[in-house]
């Protein structure tokens, strides 16, 4: 299930999942209403904190070391949370 995210894409607000006002997002604690009520919020909340680090307008050092913060975020949440319900947490980032 591809989610987008949201941001204007500049320093101060690159990037950021919408899951307060995003239905579509919200849908996901339906997978299992139980295991996600009280963890899926918390995990997109820190996902948000992560994503907002990430910028490519900073040197390529740091952009790296962003991004690999981002995806080490992904690969934690997958093995404790997603991998139970053969669910896998993917980023794709494309940047005009």
Do not use: C
């Not at 989610?3 to 995003?22: C, E, K």
């Not at 919200?26 to 918390?42: A, E, H, M």
């Not at 934690?76 to 993917?90: E, P, Q």
């Amino acid at each position: 299930m591809p989610l987008l995210l949201a941001g204007s894409g500049t320093y101060n607000t690159p990037y950021n999942l919408d899951f307060i006002h995003d239905s579509y997002v919200k849908s996901l604690v339906l997978i299992k209403f139980d295991y996600f009520r009280n963890k899926l919020p918390v995990f997109l909340e820190n996902f948000n904190s992560q994503l907002s680090k990430l910028s490519f307008y900073k040197l390529e050092v740091q952009v790296m070391r962003d991004l690999g913060n981002v995806v080490s975020w992904l690969e934690k949440a997958n093995r404790s949370m997603f991998n139970h319900f053969h669910i896998k947490a993917v980023l794709y980032i494309i940047e005009n």
